[in-house]
């Protein structure tokens, strides 16, 4: 994963605005080595053949990143310049026995994180 970098963000809360438009905050939860790539070979599929999650990236982070379905991903390094300040939602991680690291399902959020 070298030059691929993110950090990962939990939702811990809820706020309100003066017109009452509510807000998630996020607690940042990891920093460091975080690759991700378009997804190319599907998602997985339920015994009816339907897709088990909505996904369009694919995410693969050391293994000893805690991450859950529903953080927030935030792209901060990539040999791809677009995808730098680019957000995604966690809508799977896979769980393997042996494996040797955490690769999860992303779905992009329409939203560019500048001013970094």
């Known amino acids: 994963m070298p030059g691929h970098q993110a950090k990962v963000e939990r ?5 309100r605005d003066a017109l009452n438009t509510e807000a998630t905050i996020y ?6 080595p975080f690759l991700i790539e378009l997804l190319s070979d599907g998602v997985p599929l339920d015994s009816a ?5 909505v ?3 694919v995410g693969r982070a050391p293994i000893g990143c805690d991450v859950e379905v529903g953080d927030r991903v935030t792209c901060t ?4 310049p677009r995808q730098v300040g680019r957000i995604y939602t966690v809508a799977y ?3 393997q026995g042996y494996a040797v690291d955490r ?3 992303l779905k992009g959020v329409d939203q560019i994180v500048t001013g970094r």
């Open 93 to 95: 991680v896979e769980s």
């Open 49 to 53: 053949g339907r897709p088990i999650v």
């Open 55 to 57: 996904a369009d990236h």
């Open 11 to 15: 939702p811990s809360g809820v706020t």
């Open 103 to 105: 690769q999860t399902l």
């Open 27 to 32: 607690t940042q939860i990891y920093s460091g």
């Open 77 to 80: 390094q990539s040999t791809d």
